[in-house]
């Protein structure tokens, strides 16, 4: 039993004073005289004692109706928490991509907002987080409003984040109980995210009644030629095998291939479409199916075919570049230092500086200009080098200095698999790559170095320097034949491969919602002008980076929703891009909740919403005691009363 006033009860000390006046009070009785008295001995002596015990009953009543008046008034209650503590409950509410589909009593968000809003008490204060915002302290009213406005979104909250944002607004309430309530369908993606030093939750898991889904993983192009290109569908398949799905193709609304097709248990299939040339393509890919997700049966594309990276080389002519910088791909140029035409420079993406022995003036002031503009560059430096041009230019570059030639013949080992140039040019480390050697090298320092391929000794031999708009790729060894046969290794095609891509990254044919894009943009802005992106229904502003010749802009928190979007200028349409929902919302993977006892013994699991809610309304249940207390002091009073009128001693 606890009590709302506790110090009421110092009162009870008070009662001490009825039972002194009830010991100290002293009845004195007259004596009268009579000529024989011994046949009242004995009713003076009963009379006496019956007038003892009335006392005492009185006495004891009185006692009984002052201590519940005091218990009544301190206000007793039987409950887990004290009265003044305010229950306060975090829920956190996935409305994630995957937890819009249909569950045993219907869509599985919905259902559980309306459960959430049919169990929570109105006497409790909440905080809801959603994968899109953060209510603190909000009464029932406000949270049901929300819980109704709340709908499906791309973006997404680790749960870490989520338990350190509402453990942060727990401290310092001492006068709050708080409980941790984590509704979600708990996809592969929370893995290895609970540890035993997680704060303690309840876990309430969203099953979804349907265990097929088909989605379309991604697409590409190949086999392009003057009149047509091939493009290839990987569409997945979770769960039984399904047959005769249909798949359509439209270009912008215009429909312009459809085929069906069938697919094993658990599978992935790749569907080639035969698609007429066109120089834009707007294209949107529709499965017609009822599955587990709606939202990854439809996926965007575009592609424009004159989009090419220019590419200059200057110095010596070198066979390995035209062979990996294609006509279908980029516009090479080859001149040596005596043929260039410097008003051409700044219309590169990609400089190659192929063995120039010495840089004139001219030739420096452009490639620094060139450089400051966003352009790449990359040196692969002469034998015969003239030390001071070279170092002079790179000084100027921000990029380092050369120290020393090194005569040593080295072998080339070790590849930098984390490094950007590498991405998913691996699907594993190679074990038996024959390493190419070099006979003498240059050694560079430089503080903004990252190396990409290194020397047997680690020195590195490919490295990339970055200092703001500068971006620079330093080569330490010629790649004359007599010095090295690195143009023989398949190493050199993958590197300058993406040297080029690397320099201008030209829409991609698609992108993901809630990963970081960039993207340049070839096109020439003021300074108190942006680009926006736009569809038809929303538009923003993305971070941008402005450049000579383009606008290189980064999307990531935005948009939120699959679809076409423009690149705008002002009023006009410059490029157009298509962005679709993350892969990983695709899967019908989800966490073994009840694994999660095992690490964690504080962590409860259920699957239904209304049992927890209704266990925490219950349990923090306050069941008030002064109304007993005070039928009690009413029950002494009439008690008294009683003894009082009809007990004659």
Known sequence: MQFKNPEILYFLALLIIPIIVHLFQLQKFVKTPFSNVAFLQKIVQQTRKSSRIKKWLILATRMLLFTAIIFAFSQPYFSNKTANQNQHNFIYLDNSLSTNTKGEKGNLLQIAAQEIIENVSEKDVYSLQTNSNFYDKITKTTLKKVLLETKETSKKVDLPTILLKFGNNTKNKTKALNKTILISDFQNT????????????????????????????????????????????????????????????????????????????????????????????????????????????????????????????????????????????????????????????????????????????????????????????????????????????????????????????????????????????????????????????????????????????????????????????????SLDKKNSNFINSPLIVPVFYNFGKWSFRHPKLFYRIATENKIDIETAIEKDKVLKVANTKNSFIPLQQKFQNKVRITTKEQPLKSGFYSIVKGVDTIQKLAFNYPKEESLLNFMDVSELQKTNKNITISNSIADVFKKINKKNEVHWLWKWFLSLAIVSLLLEILILKFYKP
Not at 272 to 297: H, L, P, R, W, Y
Not at 388 to 406: F, P, V, W
């Open 190 to 477: 929370y893995k290895n995210e609970f540890t035993n030093v997680t704060p303690s939750f309840s876990a309430i898991k969203l099953t979804s009644s349907v265990k097929n889904n088909i989605s379309i993983d991604s697409v590409f192009i190949n086999n392009t030629n003057a009149t047509n290109f091939t493009l290839n569908v990987l569409v997945k398949n979770q769960g039984e095998a399904q047959e005769n799905i249909p798949i359509a193709i439209y270009n912008n609304k215009k429909l312009i291939s459809k085929l069906t097709s069938s697919f094993e248990k658990d599978s992935q299939k790749n569907i080639e479409f035969k698609i007429q040339n066109q120089e834009e393509f707007s294209g949107k890919i529709v499965i017609t199916f009822s599955d587990a997700f709606s939202f990854d049966n439809t996926f965007y594309f575009t592609f424009k075919n004159d989009q090419k990276i220019n590419v200059l080389s200057i110095g010596k002519q070198a066979d390995f570049l035209s062979k990996i910088y294609t006509k279908n791909e980029f516009n090479l140029t080859q001149t040596t230092v005596q043929n260039i035409n410097y008003n051409s420079i700044l219309k590169q993406q990609l400089i190659v500086l192929n063995e120039v022995e010495n840089f004139t003036e001219i030739l420096s002031k452009k490639i620094i200009e060139f450089s400051k503009n966003g352009g790449s560059v990359v040196i692969i430096p002469n034998q015969n080098l003239n030390i001071d041009s070279y170092n002079s230019l790179l000084q100027k570059l921000n990029s380092g200095k050369i120290t020393s030639k090194k005569t040593d013949t080295l072998k080339i080992t070790n590849i930098n698999y984390k490094h950007p140039i590498f991405k998913n040019v691996f699907s594993k480390k190679v074990t038996n790559f024959q390493n190419p050697t070099v006979q003498n090298y240059f050694s560079i320092s430089s503080k903004n170095r990252s190396t990409i391929i290194s020397f047997e000794n680690n020195i590195p031999f490919i490295s990339q320097i970055t200092n703001n708009k500068n971006n620079l790729y330093w080569i330490a060894s």
